[in-house]
T-cell receptor
Framework: GAVVSQHPSRVICKSGTSVKIECRSLDFQATTMFWYRQFPKQSLMLMATSNEGSKATYEQGVEKDKFLINHASLTLSTLTVTSAHPEDSSFYIC???????????FGPGTRLTVT | DQQVKQNSPSLSVQEGRISILNCDYTNSMFDYFLWYKKYPAEGPTFLISISSIKDKNEDGRFTVFLNKSAKHLSLHIVPSQPGDSAVYFCAASDDMRFGAGTRLTVKP
């Protein structure tokens, strides 16, 4: 089956620093990647959708200058949390979809803690 | 505006009985729906899907029913097993947003 990896799985950073999270599709070409955020005991919140080679489309209320998304290749998308604050602490999950499939495959998630 | 909704935050059933998880949507143009299962601190895993040209799709213990006129779909798990305990999310492929999720607890 399709596999999506995320790195790192856990990261702790200090307030004011930036953190980059990588999302890779390992065995298929991901024309579209999605980034989600999940707060404890809450649903998955779609942050942005990115198509390879294009600028990401951000959901309402998501600061594009704070959450930088790059989808430079068909197998890699990155989310950079800039100038992180403690309220950015959350579980970030990416997913990927190939152009021929309705299904999206999720990464294992990244737990970000900002101290 | 949430176009996919799961109105039951939790469900508890006894092992061996049927679990029924519900999902409603507002956009009649949606044509493909998916159910995902999620354990804490893990990414969701795909469970089962259904196209709007069907009203039922079955895969082992899991069956999804789609009622287009009511804009409603449901996931049936029978017999339920303790390992099914997780949060279940429905989603419409067009929207890519998830319902709020239903936490299923299957008691031994």
């Amino acid at each position: 089956g399709a596999v999506v990896s995320q790195h790192p799985s856990r990261v702790i950073c200090k307030s004011g620093t930036s953190v980059k999270i990588e999302c890779r599709s390992l065995d298929f070409q991901a024309t579209t990647m999605f980034w989600y955020r999940q707060f404890p005991k809450q649903s998955l919140m779609l942050m942005a959708t990115s198509n390879e080679g294009s600028k990401a489309t951000y959901e309402q209320g998501v600061e594009k200058d704070k959450f930088l998304i790059n989808h430079a290749s068909l197998t890699l998308s990155t989310l950079t949390v800039t100038s992180a604050h403690p309220e950015d602490s959350s579980f970030y999950i990416c997913s990927a979809r190939s152009g021929v499939s309705y299904e999206q495959y999720f990464g294992p998630g990244t737990r970000l803690t900002v101290t | 505006d949430q176009q996919v909704k799961q109105n039951s935050p939790s469900l508890s059933v006894q092992e061996g009985r049927i679990s029924i998880l519900n999902c409603d949507y507002t956009n009649s143009m949606f044509d493909y729906f998916l159910w995902y299962k999620k354990y804490p601190a893990e990414g969701p895993t795909f469970l089962i899907s259904i196209s709007s040209i069907k009203d039922k799709n079955e895969d082992g213990r899991f069956t999804v029913f789609l009622n287009k006129s009511a804009k409603h779909l449901s996931l049936h798990i029978v017999p339920s097993q303790p390992g099914d305990s997780a949060v279940y999310f429905c989603a419409a492929s067009d929207d890519m947003r998830f319902g709020a999720g239903t936490r299923l607890t299957v008691k031994p």
